[in-house]
């Protein structure tokens, strides 16, 4: 239903939006297409929050390496090998997943740009997804839960490791919580 209302005269009249007949494309194919492209939306969301909760580590991790560096005089080696191993862990999972350097012909494309290239190959044709992209797209979704795993991993071995040490230098500890896959 469509109300258009000027001053206080209001039209309403009902409207069905349909297909541009021009075009060979079944209710079946535009289903296909959305769940394909939902299901890809899905993987990209999911990798969003890993990428923000790596992030978030990061800049807790530098956070407390400059207070620890403002407060102590002398910073435990323990504690700075710790830190320093987090952050070094963030960083090499980090590049698996997004490509932070400016790319370069050859440099390859990593998860993310993977998934937001194969959501606009899939949205943009007027089509059902082939058998051949929809394989793609499991391949992605094993890349991805591979991805999402290493992400749980260091927020829950690595970063307790850490607060531990922490804690026992009665420093703050780190907050992340483990991301959650569709």
Do not use: C, M
């Amino acid at each position: 239903t469509v109300r258009l209302t000027v001053g206080d005269k209001a039209l309403t009249e009902n409207v069905e939006v349909a297909l541009d007949p021009a075009l060979e494309f079944s209710r079946a194919d535009l289903e296909s297409q959305l769940t394909a492209s939902l299901r890809v939306r899905d993987l990209v969301s999911t990798l969003h929050v890993a990428i923000q909760t790596l992030d978030g580590l990061e800049q807790q991790t530098e956070n407390l390496q400059e207070t620890i560096r403002l407060s102590l005089a002398d910073v435990p080696e323990e504690l700075t090998a710790a830190l320093d191993g987090l952050l070094d862990k963030i960083n090499e999972h980090r590049k698996t997943v997004v490509r932070r350097e400016t790319p370069t012909y050859g440099t390859a494309t990593k998860l993310l740009g993977k998934l937001r290239g194969w959501s606009r190959g899939i949205d943009s044709a007027n089509a059902a997804p082939t058998k051949y992209q929809l394989e793609y797209v499991d391949k992605l979704q094993a890349e991805h839960g591979v991805a999402i795993g290493e992400t749980n991993r260091i927020v829950r071995e690595e970063v307790p490791a850490v607060n531990e040490i922490l804690k026992r230098h009665n420093l703050p500890t780190l907050l992340a919580s483990e991301v959650t896959s569709p």
